[in-house]
């Protein structure tokens, strides 16, 4: 090898530090778009700064099916949606070295998760929050199937639905994304949801373990109340018990029968057989068809609700 050679070889190898910081230090945690292509990231004031929000990615194989949460997004018994929920507690234009922001809103608002601790007080009681919900149930293969859109979903449009046996986790595109309710701040009781035979139809002829849909409620207004319940409480196999189910309607308040009706709900591996229901969904621009869904909510201990993060894989 020459004099030469030797010498370039020794250059390269001195300069391979530098190649690699210049590197990382050009590689953004962010995506593309929010840098000014000078290689700079954080701590950076531009002007030009623009960041990109995606509802899916380049090759639409990935749909954020998540509501963004605004001071309007919708939230039940309001006309003015949530309203503030930041509060920058501390600021850098204020003159300190970061920005440290707190967060207040309520959990059933936005795309969310119910527990069955939100209709069943002796649930609650028991710690059956968001932090309990099976995962498994939570992410998996689903199937996003279009409603009619002149009713609520009842026992008969639940049949006419055909969803096979097998099927574990269903989204249901309703009216209401046509009608893009959740996108306007006041509450609107004419949303389409479940009426109670819909709810019951799904336990008794289906295997469904996650439910979600389009608006806050996965219950028509008429039958807010009773829909939840029915779900909720999922296959806990009370044909089997009816001397039980009667004695947990009238004694709802005695630990012991609360520990009885716990009994009856627990699966082969300890896992508690409720139906899980995702409300708000983003559904705008997913076609119908098989997807793999990922919903992940906060572990809020103690809490019935909780926001969740949502996405389809095609």
């Known amino acids: 090898m020459s ?24 590689d953004c945690a962010y995506p593309s778009g929010y840098g000014d292509g000078s290689g700079n990231c954080v701590g950076v004031a531009d002007v030009s700064l623009k960041p990109q929000r995606r509802e899916a990615d380049e090759n639409e194989n990935i749909f954020d099916i998540t509501h963004k949460f605004t001071p309007h997004t919708p939230v039940g018994d309001s006309t003015e949606g ?9 600021s850098m234009k204020n003159g300190s070295d970061y920005n440290f922001s707190e967060m207040k809103l309520p959990v059933h608002s936005g795309t969310h998760v119910d527990a069955p601790g939100h209709m069943y007080d002796n649930y609650f009681d028991e710690g059956y929050d968001v932090d ?32 096979p046996k097998g099927v574990r986790r269903v989204l249901f595109r309703t009216l209401n994304t046509d009608r893009r309710l959740m996108y306007k701040k006041e509450f609107d009781t004419s949303y389409v949801g479940f009426m109670k035979d819909g709810a019951q139809w799904l336990v008794d002829n289906t295997d469904i373990k996650l439910v979600g849909i389009d608006y806050l409620s996965v219950a028509a207004f008429a039958d807010l109340i009773p829909s939840h319940l029915v779900l909720l409480r999922g296959r806990s196999d009370i044909k089997k018990l009816p001397l039980l189910v009667v ?10 029968v ?23 969904l983003k559904l705008d621009d997913v076609q119908p068809g098989i997807y793999s869904v990922h919903c992940l909510p906060l572990r809020l201990v103690g809490a019935e609700g909780s926001p969740i993060r949502c996405i389809l894989i095609k």
């Open 82 to 90: 949530i309203g503030q929920f930041l509060t920058l507690l501390t």
């Open 3 to 26: 004099t030469f050679h030797v010498l370039l070889v020794w250059a390269l190898v001195q300069a391979i530090p530098f190649l690699a910081v210049s590197i990382l230090l050009s």
């Open 132 to 163: 309990t919900l099976d995962l498994r149930v939570l992410n998996g293969p689903a199937l996003l199937v279009d409603v009619p859109r002149d009713k609520n979903i009842t026992a008969e449009v639940m049949k006419s639905l055909n969803i």
């Open 247 to 256: 004695v947990v309607q009238v004694a709802l308040k005695s630990p012991k």
């Open 258 to 280: 609360r520990a009885m009706s716990h009994c009856n709900i627990i699966d082969s591996d300890g896992m508690f057989q409720d139906i899980i229901l995702v409300e708000g």
